[in-house]
Structure formats: structure tokens, C-alpha cells
């Protein structure tokens, strides 16, 4: 079964980014502070989970 997740990312200027994964039903997977390296956002999208 696919499972779409959205991502949100609110951009910090002089601090970390604001991230949250939601599932498309609804409701919030996880909500983290990350810094704009590949390696942070690399675990953003672990944590969201497989493409289509």
C-alpha cells in the first residue's frame, strides 16, 4: 500500500530549520530541528519514509 507524506519545512534564517512529516490522512509522524547540511536532511527524509 503507498503512503504519501508531506513535508514542511520552515526555513531558519540564523537558527535551525523547523521540519514536520505528515501523513497525508492527517496526522503529524514527527516534527524536528535540523541544520541545512545533506546529512540532516538526509535523515528528514529516512524518517518520512520510502518514495512511491
Known sequence: MNHRRLVGINLGIASAHTVRILDVRGPTMATRKRW???????E??????PGP
Do not use: Y
Not at 541545512?36 to 538526509?42: D, E, G, I, N, R
Not at 528528514?44 to 519514509?49: D, I, Q, R, S
Open 36 to 42: 541545512p547540511t545533506a546529512q540532516s536532511l538526509a
Open 44 to 49: 528528514v527524509e529516512g524518517t518520512a519514509g
